[in-house]
């Protein structure tokens, strides 16, 4: 109970959850079925600072691009945010590749290997949902049939690749 | 208030929009706002979704004609009718007062436009107070009453008029308004207005209240209270900030003929960033869209810093960024700040000047703005890390199936930062770069600024205007980028090389023996090249057809050549010597978005050069057209939109021959299986992560 009070006092000094006049809250991923590495080939577009509250809920404390275990924070952020199932309801496994900081925007690239075919997966971001009530995530995917666009808001649950 | 009716319609009513109502527990805005992600919600978020205690909204106390006798009114949730007890005539005008009161939002916890921010370190409060009194609505040609509800997403447009506003504060307050301060002597110590005067001439900003003083200030209590006065000709809202926590410089600067003083209030939380950036980014702001528009025509323009991130108003706006408590900053606050004081004081011009509606089409302000705001952004630095303009940042959004064309109505956009902000962004920087060039583009922006200062444009008007001052036909690039959701994607089918056959048998001849050498080899031919045959050991089987070469230049094939060159002009026998290389190049267009043709044509000897194709080449046939191209020199490899300036979606059809297009993923990895360049090593601090080939170990 002790731990949770110290997260609460940490989130209150961190920036507003409420809207900016100019501060839009999406996020986009794009998942590529990689036919000859059998794999999917993920790249996240998330806003920086929305990624820094993350990490600071995910660790207690706060961590910045750059700084031991942020990294680590971020793959066990996007591990709970992002769920791709297969067929049978079994989750793949996210394994994590790297980060790209440009200023506002933290590109995250993490892979689903031993994945031969995109058939009968189901998938759902609910990345910084738990942040922003506004939250938009847009994942736009493409495999041999071709290339689509789903979105998650609050509440969406699992959608077909 | 006094209303002038400037229409030619008698009026029978007058609409007023109460904004503050956007706070009421009945509003729509809470009513339709969509169910949050209740999983793991913070408790921050879990506060306001329960604690809703806000008793929001406006008190209208009164409604009165100018002797006091009460005007019946109808409040229609966002909007207010006043029912006239005459009509009011074209060119006539009507006086009434409203007396009304509302209790101010926390701006930290509940967001808006407007509202306070608390300090608990120091006890004390920043306001930024706009959309704060019932303003005139909108009457105007086109829809008549502009009274659409305001829903929080499409911000406003409004009448202009003139203001007098006396703002009654604690006497230990710094009060920055829209207006010129009418009564300095009375609210300002002499050490301040000397200050200010000296700020005129200036060429930094001058402390008009120092850090030290707003420290001494936050510390202190008042003992009174002042009134500062304000006045404020032709702008279309009044908003104004007041605190003792304030710093306060300014800055003079001229625009053409008009004298500016550009001016920060921000407290100690703001520095160091905002001494440094503020008032140089306002006046960075007025000097480039005054280029490109007209003279900023305002005496004052405030950046204020407070709880809003990023909220324009005539002479004023609101920006958000602040250091670290230690004083530290990241690169990305620094060009935050820098950005939105460029985006929040360019409002001026659009669409607080050029009065366009952001209640119905948020890209008429917050597009063009953002374009601005990308040039201003070049301009202050090489490589400045623009969030929007460049056309390959669009691509992601553009390719997504579902989304909204960016002429819908600013409520029912998906995503509002994509589509009204980033897209037109684009669009008007591709419309300048490649479509209509720099000149002719800046000529007939400055045309439409021009014609509707202190006007209320449409999204026609626009357009037909920058059709207007250029002369360029510019329907198919209005209709592609902002009445659909088509995206830019063409493809180099193929290219087919043609020489001309010269009939000349020594050259033909040879050309076709070089192709009979470059034919592959089959693999039965091969496997029996060295096979010993049976007319070679036998050559009683030769005869005529074993030692002919249908490829050796004859007696007769010269002779048939001299008769041929003999029928021909001296003019036609230079065309067939040209020897010119003819390539037919086929496009397809995929996304289905009319672009023009950008091409860089690489040579055999080493040599390139560009070729632009206006976006005319598809009025024949939008899916698909054909081009021939001429030359001496013959070609290794064609690239369609070399410069990445069209947002093309898909780069892997622009080459042709074609080469492998690895997607941002696929080069990331890549780069992460090299070394480290040199630059990665450098800026690698100790003690922090890493470049790693493989996770961290989860």
Known sequence: MRRWLAVVVLLTGLAPVAADAHKFYVSLTTIDHNVGEQSLEITMRLFADDLERAVARETGKPLTHGQPGFDAAVLAVVQRALTVRQADGRPVTLTWVGLENKVDVTWVYVEAPKVPSTA?????????????????????????????????????????F | MTYYNQSPDPLTYLWLQLDQNLFRKDSDTALTAPAPSLERPTFETLDTLVNRDFDGGFQIASVTNATGKPLPHTIVKTMMRIDLPAPLAPGKSVVFGVAWSYNINDAKRLGGRSGYEFFPKDGNYIYEIAQWFPRLAAYNDVSGWQHKQFLGSGEFTLEFGNYKVRITAPNDHVVGATGVLQNPQAVLSPTQLQRLEQAKTASAPVLVVTPAEAKAAEAGKPTGTKTWVFHAENVRDF?????????????????????????????????????????????????LYSRYSFDYPYPIAISVNGPVGGMEYPMICFNGP??????????????????????????????????????QWTWMDEGINSFLQFLAEQEWEDNYPSRRGEPKNMVEYMVAPGHDPIMTNSESVKELGNNAYGKPATALNILRETVMGRELFDFAFREYSRRWKFKRPMPADFFRTMEDASAIDLDWFWHGWFYTTDHTDLSLDDVRHYTLDTKNPETEKTLQRQQQTAAPTTLSAERYRDTPKLVEQNPALADFYNRFDPLAVTPADREEYQKVLGTLTDKEKALIGANKNFYVMRFSNVGGLVMPIILKLDYVDGSSEELRIPAEIWRRDASRVSKLVITDKVLAQVTLDPKLETADTDLSNNFFPRKPVMTRFQLFKQQQQTTPNPMQQLERKPGTDAPRPQGPGL
């Open chain 1, 120 to 160: 009968g997966l189901t998938l759902r971001d609910t990345i910084f949902m738990d942040l922003f009530p506004d939250q938009v995530n847009m994942v736009h995917v493409k495999d041999a049939r071709g290339r689509r666009a789903l979105d998650f808001r609050g509440g969406d649950s699992f959608k077909p």
């Open chain 2, 239 to 287: 908003a104004f900030a007041s605190s003792r926590k304030f710093i306060w410089d300014a800055q003079g600067h001229r625009s053409g003929a008009q004298p500016v003083l550009a001016m920060s209030y921000y407290p100690n939380e703001g520095n160091p960033l905002w001494a440094q950036y503020s008032t140089a980014a306002i006046i960075h702001t007025l000097n």
């Open chain 2, 322 to 359: 602040r250091p670290e408590p230690d004083g530290t900053y990241s690169a990305r606050t620094k060009y935050a700040l820098i950005s939105v004081v460029i985006h929040e004081v360019g409002h001026n011009y659009f669409p607080m000047i050029v009065n366009t509606d952001e209640r």
